[in-house]
């Protein structure tokens, strides 16, 4: 092999070497502009740590419940924790921001279709004075936990009402179904949990 072939192996050797050292250089450097950026966003995430009901979704933006104990209101023509025509009763959702950063929007929907005949859902509202509830789609409820609110235990506690509408053309069914219900119906709760980011809330 000639002198000058020998010369021009060597800077391709070189260069090979070169070009790998700055590959390994650069490929280090953003590994660490990576973690750098990727621990700055961890720290920067604001806390989202929600309960519904005491149960925590704060891995998901929905929770599916089954409501099978109403609050039956008092009736002096029925009996204590018995459901019948004439009626009314109510249950609650709690909607807990436990160590939340964020404003909260939440979504109640109520599946009525299980309810027995007779038996309407009549109401959803929130207990504390001065917060509103909207009904944004059939049987679908919005609040909003405003940032300012969150924090000292402060917590969202929405009241579905029902009532058992009387027609006496069908005292021989409402037997049945008080017999068979008592005071415990099966009302399915679908309640999803979003960050509220100053949309409008529009009813229908």
Known sequence: MQKREREQLLLLILTIISLIISAYSILNSYAVFYSEISGQAEENLAKWNI?????????????????????????????????????????????????????????????TSMLPSGIILDSVSETAAGVAITKTAANTYTGIIPLSSIG??????????????????NNANDTEIGAAFGSKMQVPVTVQVTQYLGETITGI
């Open 51 to 111: 309960t519904v009901n005491n149960t925590d979704i704060t891995a998901g933006t929905q929770q599916n419940f089954t409501i099978e104990s109403i609050n039956i209101e008092g009736n002096t023509n029925v009996k204590p924790n018995k459901i019948a025509p004439g009626a009314t009763g109510s249950f609650d959702i709690i909607i807990n921001p436990v160590d939340t950063e964020v404003s909260v929007r939440y979504d109640v929907t109520v599946d």
């Open 152 to 169: 000292s235990g402060y917590k969202n506690d929405v009241k579905i009402s029902f009532s058992w509408t009387n027609n006496e053309i």
